[in-house]
């Protein structure tokens, strides 16, 4: 899905470099190449690129990249707006789930 952005600035994406053993993980699993090779290291090329779904930060065995996973993705904008048109009756609001 290259191309796609979200809101610019407020991933919570972070990547430390020094930590990086240049495995290669974080650019197979992005859906979004979020992610190139510089020197045999990580490194974050496309930064509002990140959907936040936290497969980079899982896969890495060197823990070098952190995000909130589900805090910017597609799923949380989309509750987030159904909240606000009202869209949950107060049984579903209960257990989170939208009802239609």
């Known amino acids: 899905m290259k191309g796609f952005s979200y809101l610019r600035n407020v991933a919570t994406l972070e990547l430390h470099p020094d930590a990086c053993i240049g495995c290669g993980r974080c650019l197979e699993v992005c859906p979004h190449q979020v992610f190139s090779f510089v020197e045999n290291k990580a ?3 496309d930064f509002d690129a990140c959907m936040e ?3 980079c930060a ?3 065995p060197a823990a070098a990249i ?3 996973a ?3 993705c597609a799923k949380g904008l989309i509750n987030e707006w159904l909240r606000e048109q ?3 009756s ?3 609001k209960k257990r989170g789930q939208a009802t239609f």
Do not use: L, Q, T
């Open 58 to 60: 899982k896969n890495c």
């Open 90 to 92: 107060v049984r579903e």
């Open 43 to 45: 490194r974050i090329i």
């Open 66 to 68: 952190r995000v909130d």
């Open 53 to 55: 779904c936290g497969a």
């Open 70 to 72: 589900g805090v910017g």
């Open 86 to 88: 009202n869209f949950y």
